[in-house]
């Protein structure tokens, strides 16, 4: 996971979140499963746009919508079905 703007060992420097797991490819890390994550606060770090681009998803938004920071372009969601790899902090 390199060639983009993220820092992957910054939160590890936090020294209160660590890298947990990395699950590859589209819908690799069920719904359920994220939007538990989600609620209890976890960082999940997804995949969008054809695997070009990373976001920080915040909430879930209903349905198959995700809430997202995405510091690259002026978009607040993405699908679920957009999102093709993620990485998950504890």
Do not use: C, E
Request: proline share 1%; no cysteine.
């Amino acid at each position: 996971m390199s060639g983009n703007l993220l820092v992957w060992g910054a939160a590890n420097a936090w020294g209160t979140i660590k890298l947990q797991n990395y699950y590859s490819g589209y819908g690799s890390l069920g719904q359920g499963s994220l939007q538990g994550m989600i609620s209890r606060g976890q960082p999940v770090v997804v995949n969008v746009r054809s695997g070009g681009h990373w976001v920080l998803v915040t909430g879930y938004g209903g349905g198959n919508t995700y809430i997202v920071n995405d510091s690259g372009f002026n978009v607040g969601s993405y699908q679920y079905g957009d999102m093709s790899n993620f990485v998950v902090y504890a």
